[in-house]
């Protein structure tokens, strides 16, 4: 098991930015893809931001394109998502996870292990 953590969470006021951060204390995420995914109330979880392992590039979803951007420090073994001009339609519970095998885009049921998720409140 990865046993990955995500940080960073918290409430802020529309239009402010957050950072989130993905660390695994027990494997390299440099070898993984990284996947971020956010689950909002009675809304099925959707996915955010897929990073390869290899070239580090990112797709992201239509709906944070441009607002959010994906970084990997990978002397702290952490996976950044920096989150600006948060919406209320931001607001959920943003998780990380690792897939190992395959190339960006990468399906939900494909990635292995998962973080426990951070609470995101953007309102008012």
């Known amino acids: 098991q990865v046993h990955l953590a995500e940080s960073g969470g918290g409430l802020v006021q529309p239009g402010g930015s957050l950072r989130l951060s993905c660390t695994s204390s027990?494997?390299?995420?440099?070898?993984?893809?990284i996947g971020w995914f956010r689950q909002a109330p009675g809304k099925q979880r959707e996915g955010v931001s897929c990073?390869?392992?290899?070239?580090?590039?990112?797709d992201y979803a239509d709906s944070v394109k441009g607002r959010f951007t994906v970084s990997r420090d990978n002397a702290e073994n952490t996976v950044y998502l920096q989150m600006n001009d948060l919406k209320p339609e931001d607001t959920a519970v943003y998780y990380c996870?690792?897939?190992?095998?395959?190339?960006?885009?990468?399906?939900?049921?494909?990635?292995?292990?998962w973080g426990q998720g951070t609470q995101v409140t953007v309102s008012s």
């Open positions: 996870a690792t897939e190992g095998y395959l190339k960006c885009p990468i399906p939900q049921y494909e990635y292995d292990d």
């Open positions: 027990r494997v390299t995420l440099r070898l993984y893809n």
């Open positions: 990073t390869g392992s290899g070239d580090d590039s990112t």
